[in-house]
């Protein structure tokens, strides 16, 4: 696929979206179909290596990945509440269960969006960050916040933990104000249970680095700021537990398989490679039944 230019690669302004669609288009396919959360999980970890570990903005939003899962899902901590609540009617417990799964489904299209978009930002910036017109298609300041992490992956650097506190901020205000908030702001507009909505606006976070007895409880879980501020929270609690120990509790959720804490490159480079191998079968199929 395609991230083999030189990092130090200019191009005109009017090349640059052209680059950035097809950083774009290659993250859709990576990315798979909505339920495939573990394959999101994997390209966010890699992204992280890439950058020499100066980029922590992915390892916190694979935690989100897979919070959300084991959360949101009708299966989840959030389904069997609701079924335990309603066991009493079937009726009613199928009605409720049938809005969760809406909901849930909503977070995982806003999950797919936030892996592909945090991808296309990445590997455009690694190879045309440097370019005069660059922030015509990357937001100036996170442009400038993955910059530094390039930059210091180039040199073989370590950026402190305020520059990397600072470049995580920059990449999920992003996230939440690009991305995230009209995914949220869509899911609430499609709710028609005002118990439900109260239910999924006020969930209870926990991602599995936590230190014991440490919960997020969310006033308003449709409020861009407190996400944010919980973000942020998240962050100093990662930090403050180490990075090592924040890729390792993955584990916690079930949800990985052993090969990717094993060779979580190698898992990548086998998730890219069966990814290349769909999109040109795909390509063929179009071009016979043209």
């Known amino acids: 696929m395609g991230t083999n230019q030189h990092p130090r ?58 919070w959300g899962l084991a959360y949101f899902e009708s299966g989840g ?7 335990k609540r309603y066991f009493y009617n079937r009726r009613e417990k199928a009605f409720r269960l049938g809005i969760l799964r809406e909901f849930s489904e909503a977070f995982r299209v806003v999950n797919r ?33 993955l910059n530094r992490v390039h930059h210091a992956s180039r040199n073989e650097l370590q950026l402190t933990s305020e520059e990397k506190r600072d470049v995580f901020e920059q990449s999920f205000r992003n996230e939440q104000e690009v991305t995230v908030a009209p995914g949220v702001a869509a899911a609430i507009a499609a709710f028609d249970c005002p118990i439900m ?61 052993d090969a990717f804490f094993d060779e979580p490159h190698k898992h990548f480079a086998g998730l890219r490679s069966d990814a290349a191998r769909a999109a040109k079968v795909a390509m063929s199929w179009g071009s016979e039944s043209a």
């Open 113 to 145: 969006q936030v892996c592909i978009d945090s991808y296309a930002n990445y590997y455009f910036t690694k190879h045309f960050g440097d370019s005069p017109d660059a922030e015509t298609v990357v937001p100036a300041a996170l442009l400038d916040a």
């Open 197 to 257: 909505a109260w239910l999924c606006l006020h969930p209870i976070v926990r991602f599995s680095y936590f230190p014991a007895l440490k919960w997020f409880y969310f006033r308003d879980f449709a409020n861009t700021e407190e996400r944010i501020e919980r973000g942020l929270q998240a962050y100093a609690l990662a930090q403050r537990s180490g990075w090592d120990r924040v890729f390792d509790s993955m584990r916690y959720y079930g949800q990985m398989p």
């Open 9 to 66: 690669d200019h191009l005109e302004s009017h090349d640059l979206q052209q680059r950035y669609d097809a950083f774009k288009a290659e993250g859709e396919v990576l990315a798979g179909g909505l339920l495939e959360i573990p394959r999101r999980v994997s390209i966010l970890t890699h992204m992280y290596a890439d950058s020499g570990r100066n980029h922590a903005f992915t390892q916190i939003a694979a935690h989100g990945a897979l």
């Open 77 to 83: 901590t959030l389904g069997r509440l609701v079924a």
